[in-house]
C-alpha cells in the first residue's frame, strides 16, 4: 500500500501533539504540513490528501473552503451535528467512515458513553449519567492544590447533543465532573433501567467481541487505558436496574487515537494500525 500524504493544523496543541508522535510511527502515512499560531507552518498542503484539524471552538470553519477535494477529520466539536459530515465513531459508523470524505470526530464524554450504551440502544427510555475527568480535556495544567468541580450539570453540556442525536435518545441527564489534580482518564458511571433486558453483560460481551478497542472488563481502573486506545466497560444488573462504567485516555480513544482510527477505515488500512 503507497503511503498516505497528511497535513495537520493545530499540531502543537493538547491533541495535536499526540497525534504527530502516532503518525509519525504509523508505517502508511507521510507527514507533508503542520501549521500552528505558535510554530507557523512547514511543508507544503497542497500536496496532502488527508488533513486533521486539531483546532479550539469556532475555529475549523476557516480552513474548509482551502481543503477541497481533501479528505478531513475535525478533532473539534464544530461538525458533531452537522448532517453533512460523518460521525466519527467506528463501533458504530464503521461502514459510513470507510466511503467518507468528512470525518467529526466524536468528544470525549460522548465516547464512553455512546460505547457505554450502544448495545442497549433502542431498550431504555432515560440515562443518567455521571463522568470524572481529568483536567487534560479542559487544556488545563495540573493544579497542586485537590480539587473536584461539577460544572455544566443536566442538560447544559454540549456533547450531549451527540449523544442524544445518536442514540435517539432525548431523556439523558449528564453530570460531569474534573479532577483538577489527575491529568488524563474518563471514568462514566451510567444509570438505566430495562424491562426488557435479561443477561446484559452476556449481551455486550457479544456485540463487542470483534471489536479491537472495546473490552469488558471485572474491574475498572483508569491506569489500564492511559496511553491505550482502549475503552473498559464493567455491567452490574440489579434486577432492571443495570449499572454500566466505561473508562478510556480522554486524549486517546477520547480523540487523536479514534482520529487514526477513521484515517485507517478511510483508507482501507487495518483500523489498528500505529495504536497496538
Known amino acids: 500500500m503507497k503511503k498516505i500524504k497528511v497535513g495537520i493544523i493545530g499540531h502543537t496543541g493538547r491533541l495535536g501533539k499526540p497525534l504527530v508522535e502516532i503518525l509519525k510511527r504509523h508505517p ?10 505558535s510554530e507557523g507552518k ?7 490528501e488527508c488533513v486533521f484539524l486539531s483546532l479550539p471552538y469556532g475555529e475549523s470553519g476557516k480552513y474548509i473552503p482551502k481543503l477541497k477535494g481533501k479528505r478531513i477529520i475535525d478533532l473539534s466539536i464544530d461538525h458533531r451535528n452537522d448532517n453533512d459530515w460523518t460521525y466519527g465513531l467506528p463501533e458504530i459508523n464503521r461502514e459510513k467512515i470507510k466511503i467518507a470524505t468528512k470525518i467529526a470526530n466524536p468528544g470525549c464524554y460522548a465516547t464512553s458513553i455512546l460505547l457505554g450504551l450502544f448495545p442497549v440502544n433502542g431498550k431504555i427510555k ?6 470524572i475527568s481529568g483536567i487534560s480535556g479542559a487544556g488545563m495544567e495540573l493544579s497542586k492544590n485537590d480539587n ?3 460544572y455544566k450539570e443536566g442538560k447544559q453540556h454540549p456533547q450531549l447533543k ?8 432525548s431523556n439523558v441527564l449528564f453530570v460531569p465532573q474534573r479532577i483538577d489534580t489527575a491529568e488524563r482518564g474518563i471514568v462514566s458511571t451510567i444509570f438505566v433501567q430495562s424491562d ?25 481502573e483508569t491506569k489500564n487505558v492511559i496511553d491505550t486506545n482502549f475503552c473498559d466497560i464493567k455491567i452490574l444488573e440489579f434486577g432492571n436496574a443495570i449499572v454500566i462504567i466505561s473508562a478510556l485516555d480522554n486524549l486517546i480513544k477520547g480523540g487523536v ?7 485507517n477505515l478511510m483508507h482501507g488500512f487495518n483500523e489498528t494500525l500505529g495504536l497496538i
Not at 126 to 131: C, D, E, R, T, Y
Not at 162 to 169: F, Q, R, Y
Open 28 to 37: 502508511f502515512a507521510d507527514l507533508v504540513y503542520t501549521e500552528s499560531r
Open 42 to 48: 512547514s511543508g507544503d498542503l497542497s500536496k496532502a
Open 126 to 131: 432515560q440515562a443518567n449519567i455521571s463522568s
Open 148 to 150: 473536584f468541580l461539577v
Open 162 to 169: 451527540e449523544v442524544k442525536k445518536i442514540l435517539e435518545l
Open 196 to 220: 426488557d433486558l435479561t443477561k446484559v453483560a452476556g449481551l455486550y460481551a457479544k456485540i463487542y467481541k470483534r471489536e479491537p478497542f472495546v473490552r469488558i472488563k471485572l474491574e475498572i
Open 257 to 263: 487515537g479514534q482520529a487514526i482510527q477513521n484515517f
